[in-house]
């Protein structure tokens, strides 16, 4: 039976957005300064479960800038808490939060305080420790872009490396399936509809094999917005050894988006699709920091990628950037 | 901690109107755990003890704690509080609503004062708490705000217990996944070590666990066994006088709750059956008139049980033996709660153990029902509604209910509900079969245990005590064992058994004609139709007995299984109710169900009483291919299925006239239903059934 630790407890007591939430859940900032706060005084998260928290919520609310009252009852709402997640758990749903042990370590390394509370998820949790080829691209790209995203997918799968993908439609779908048709293993970190996807007619079988695992950093049924779409990127970056953009807009689109905070960020390292049929967009990232990827792929990928790095000229190696 | 006691002893006395009262053992300490420690608490106490007292203060305290703000939600299958709960809740100045599928019309009240937060107690069924609609239009709002968890009947929670719900697995997963700043209180008044050590697990190790006596002292039991159901009438028709003031017979079936009343009210006794079968405001006028003492007893099944308080109910006898100790117990638990003494009489008879059989048997719904569920949900990519499964499989909607509610309550669960569909979830799924095996042979040791109970040589409320794992059990006393002589004589006089036999030989029982196919398709007879249309349906029939009854059918039972022929008394009997019956328009001429495995049992049968009733015998249906045993097929449409093309009629010139169709044993009723269909194709104008026997084994 599905339990939870009770620190996730707690991070879902405070950050969870059920679809009813009468007192706003806090935001990613006013958990972080809880916790810190917290931390300071020597306790973990789930000290806030004892009988007596008010006190301690008071004491604090002057540095967290939180109230107590707010905070008293969002701990407060745990029936409804463990009702909701019942329903949810029961169809194979898991949560992990920054204590558990399913929780990714890259994340906390790359993103620090930006890595996001909750992750929700269906499907193998044991693909999010594997690293991997992100493969990005924008949702309206040509059909020999998602060829192109298809074949290195495969490629990925016939050498048993993981292929991260953003689950939306065009290079994202088309990189995703590219790696589960061909046996391999993928894991889709969406935006948005979670529980649609998990149980949609295409992916219930990877999810039931051990392929596939989706994950998202917002509730079960949230809808797509433009933000959400932003802060799931860094995600994406954040598990993946290396990233391959398919296709981007200069300027424009949350690949161009996505892909240049990496390259600030330097979450990980970022190859372009060149060549022919690459939009020529695509170059401009290469003059921001990214690599070009090898047209032929010769032996194992991620060897090559590996010692594409490794030869690559120190001034070849993306700075921070304004554009 | 002085002044929460002071006021939960200010809340006690004002709710009991006594100045002077005091807490029982262990109702303050259950108060204090929830209240102050914000625990988990599994009481275990008989009923009577007092446990609405610990929810209603702990309740009340905790909303005072929360600034008069929050409610405690408790999850009960009863429909509502008693009456002298909710009076008493009153006093203490506790608000307590229920919302149950029967009282929607009362919805919109309830949810104006929870939203204003004007309540302290919710009662909820687990079957309301698994209902999404509920769950978005009541449940949201005011969970968030939800002080006190309390689980009612904790016992349905066990895979162990007597009386497991599905919708109370859904229950242990909640609570599972709640966090340990919400108190949560069980109570059952029935648990041994199993099943307390199953809700232990579910609550978590650190529950305080409160265990007090079970004994009811008021309680004289006493054992006897009389095989057959007409010596058993009998007893009740000698004896029932004798009982004191008003009681409860329970029976293991609707049938024999039906004849059992009938048998005693020709007898000159005031008494009613009871049973699920009733309307709901019928239940309620019955359970008042024996509240108030206005009948002598009620003859029940299990539909008279959870949530029936009469503290001055005199007796219960049991016309047959119950499934199991715990069981047993809480139906007698009933009686005696505020007398000196309560009279409880076990009556054991030879088709206790026949009618016990079926119920575990039948205990699981067929695999069937799920796996073509499950087959349509995975065929359609975008879920499906449950209209659209009722097009697609070949189901009742009840059914169909009935197997996602099953569903559901799996853990993990192979479906979803999202929004109006159901879609598969991703997780893997097969039939838990050792799951069921454990379950089915968990049944088999609590009959095999209350077969021990009825032949026990020491004290009886010993035996049951230790059965249930009571740590305070000990000899009675009072009992017939104890007393080493009987409360109630055993006695029956012949004259009376051979009324009772009379009676059962003149109780036969209506066959209800079908009105709707199990399915629209596979079926060449039904032709796309769900419905029987008028001009193929049967007439209302007859059956003679009861399967196995005291009446006739313990002559069917040696007839079909011991001798291969059947008497020429069951001829006279069936004759006779033929004559009884005189049904219009008035058959003339006999037939019959053929059987390739026993070709002349049943011809034999019906030609002979052709011959009785001066009606020519003409076997004109031929069976033209092997089916299996009816028996064997597990639900209408397989049973149905069984029987498409096993039959032909083949047309003779007096074939359109009215017909009597003769059958031995009468089970789903499906054979009937589809020869009468054919007979009637081929141009009869009516075709009345008529059968020896008709097997019901139906509780509730």
Redesign the interface.
């Known amino acids: ?4 630790q ?1 620190n996730t ?2 991070a879902t ?1 405070l950050c969870a957005h059920t ?5 706003q859940p806090l935001s990613q900032s006013e958990y972080v300064r809880l916790v810190d706060w917290l931390q300071d005084r020597g306790y973990s998260p789930e000290v806030l ?3 007596d ?1 008010y006190l301690l919520l008071l004491e604090g609310e002057e540095q967290t800038k939180l109230s107590a009252e707010r905070v008293k ?1 969002l ?9 909701w ?3 949810w ?4 749903m898991w949560i992990a939060s920054w204590e558990d042990a399913e929780y990714p370590a890259v994340l906390h390394e790359k993103l620090r305080k930006q890595a996001p509370v909750l992750l929700y998820g ?2 193998n949790p044991s693909l999010l420790q594997q690293g991997g080829l992100a493969i990005v691209g924008s949702r309206h790209a040509s059909e020999n872009l998602l060829e192109s995203a298809r074949r290195v997918a495969n490629r990925c799968a016939q050498q048993s490396w993981v292929v991260i993908s953003g689950g939306a439609k065009g290079v994202d779908r088309a990189a995703m399936l590219g790696a589960l048709e061909e046996g391999g293993t993928c894991v889709g970190v969406l935006a948005a509809d979670l ?2 996807i ?4 295409t ?2 079988d990877y ?2 094999s051990d392929k596939l695992c989706l994950i998202s950093p917002y509730h079960p049924q949230s809808g797509f917005t433009a933000g959400n779409a932003m802060g799931r990127n860094k995600i994406i970056y954040a598990l993946a050894e290396f990233a391959l953009v398919i296709a981007c807009e200069t300027g424009k689109g949350g690949t161009w988006a996505g892909a240049k905070e990496n390259l600030q960020n330097r979450w990980t390292p970022l190859f372009v699709m060149v060549g022919e049929e690459a939009p020529e967009d695509n170059l401009v990232l290469l003059g921001l920091g990214a690599r070009a990827f090898p047209t032929r792929i010769e032996g194992p990928l991620r060897g090559q990628l590996l010692s594409l790095m490794q030869s690559a000229q120190a001034g070849q190696i993306a700075l921070p950037i304004e554009v | 901690m002085n002044t929460l006691y002071a006021r939960a002893l200010a809340l006690l006395r004002a709710g009991l109107q006594t100045p002077s009262a005091n807490f029982r053992d262990g109702q303050w300490e259950a108060i204090e755990a929830l209240v102050a420690h914000k625990r988990r608490v599994l009481l275990v106490q008989r009923t009577g003890w007092g446990k609405s007292i610990v929810y209603f203060i702990a309740a009340r305290l905790l909303r005072e704690q929360n600034g008069n703000k929050g409610l405690a939600l408790l999850i009960s299958p009863l429909l509502s509080l008693m009456r002298n709960q909710i009076e008493m809740a009153g006093r203490m100045g506790i608000h307590a609503e229920t919302i149950h599928s029967a009282n929607i019309e009362q919805w919109d009240a309830v949810e104006t004062q929870l939203l204003s937060d004007r309540i302290d107690l919710l009662l909820v069924s687990p079957e309301r708490l698994a209902n999404a609609d509920f769950y978005g239009r009541v449940l949201q709002q005011v969970a968030p705000r939800i002080l006190m968890l309390i689980v009612d009947e904790a016992h349905c929670i066990s895979d162990w217990g007597h009386d497991f719900r599905p919708d109370y697995r859904r229950i242990a997963r909640v609570l599972r996944l709640l966090p340990r700043n919400i108190p949560v209180l069980a109570t059952t008044a029935t648990a041994n070590n199993r099943v307390v050590e199953d809700i232990r697990q579910q609550l978590g190790e650190e529950v305080h666990i409160q265990r007090g006596p079970l004994a009811r002292r008021s309680l004289r039991l006493q054992n006897i066994l009389l095989p057959s159901q007409a010596e058993r009438l009998a007893w009740l028709a000698a004896h029932l006088d004798t009982l004191p003031g008003s009681g409860i017979i329970y029976t293991l079936t609707v049938a024999d709750a039906e004849r059992v009343a009938r048998w005693l009210q020709t007898k000159g006794f005031d008494v009613h059956p009871y049973h699920a079968d009733l309307e709901n405001p019928v239940r309620e006028a019955l359970e008042h008139k024996l509240l108030h003492n206005q009948v002598k007893a009620l003859v029940a099944t299990v539909a008279l049980g959870m949530g029936f308080d009469k503290p001055d109910l005199g007796f219960v006898v049991h016309f047959q033996r119950p499934g199991s100790v715990v069981h047993y117990y809480q139906q007698i638990g009933r009686a005696g709660r505020s007398l000196e003494n309560a009279v409880i009489v076990l009556l054991g008879g030879e088709e206790d153990d026949e009618v016990i059989d079926y119920f575990i048997r039948t205990a699981f719904p067929p695999q069937a029902h799920t796996e073509a569920i499950l087959s349509a949900l995975r065929q359609s990519p975008d879920g499906l509604s449950i209209v659209e499964i009722e097009r697609k499989v070949n189901l009742s909607r009840q059914q169909i209910d009935k197997v996602l509610r099953l569903l559901s309550s799996e853990t993990p669960s192979p479906v979803l509900q999202m929004g109006s569909k159901y879609v598969l979830a991703p997780v893997p799924y097969s039939t838990d079969v050792e799951r069921i095996h454990r379950l089915t042979a968990l049944r088999r040791a609590e009959q095999e245990q209350m077969q021990q109970y009825m032949q026990s040589s020491e004290c009886l409320m010993l035996f049951l005590q230790r059965a249930l794992d009571d740590p305070h059990a000990e000899p009675c006393g009072k009992c017939a064992v104890c007393l080493g002589s009987p409360i109630v004589s055993p006695m029956v006089d012949e004259q009376t058994v051979r009324e009772a036999v009379q009676f059962l030989r003149r109780s036969e029982i209506p066959l209800e004609p079908r009105r709707m196919w199990p399915t629209r398709e596979g079926l060449s007879i039904c032709r796309g139709q769900g419905k029987i249309p008028e001009s193929l349906r049967a007439e209302e029939g007859r059956a003679l007995c009861l399967w196995g009854d005291a009446g006739w059918g313990v002559l069917v039972k040696r007839g079909k299984y011991a001798d291969g022929f059947y008497s020429d008394d069951l001829v006279d009997g069936m004759a006779e109710m033929v004559r009884r019956w005189s049904p219009e328009p008035a058959p003339q001429w006999v037939t019959c169900v053929p059987s390739l495995r026993h070709p002349h049992l049943v011809p034999d049968f019906a030609q002979r009483l052709a011959q009785k009733l001066g009606l020519p015998f003409v076997p004109c249906i031929h069976k033209v291919r092997e089916t299996r045993p009816q028996k064997e097929m597990q639900n209408s449409f397989h049973q149905v299925y069984n029987l498409d093309g096993a039959f032909e009629v083949r047309p003779w010139e007096g074939i359109t006239k009215p017909v009597f169709l003769v059958d031995d044993v009468v089970d789903s009723g499906w054979t009937l239903t589809v020869i009468a269909a054919l007979l009637r194709q081929a141009g009869s104008s009516a075709v009345f059934p008529i059968a020896l026997a008709k097997q019901v084994l139906r509780g509730g």
């Not at chain 1, 701990?75 to 009702?83: I, P, S």
């Open positions: 039976m599905y339990a939870l009770p407890q707690v007591l679809g009813n939430d009468p007192i479960l004892s009988p928290v009852a701990l407060e709402r745990g029936t409804q808490v463990a009702l997640m019942e329903k758990s029961n169809a194979g269906f499907g529980a649609r998990a149980t949609s007619y992916l219930r999810l039931l």
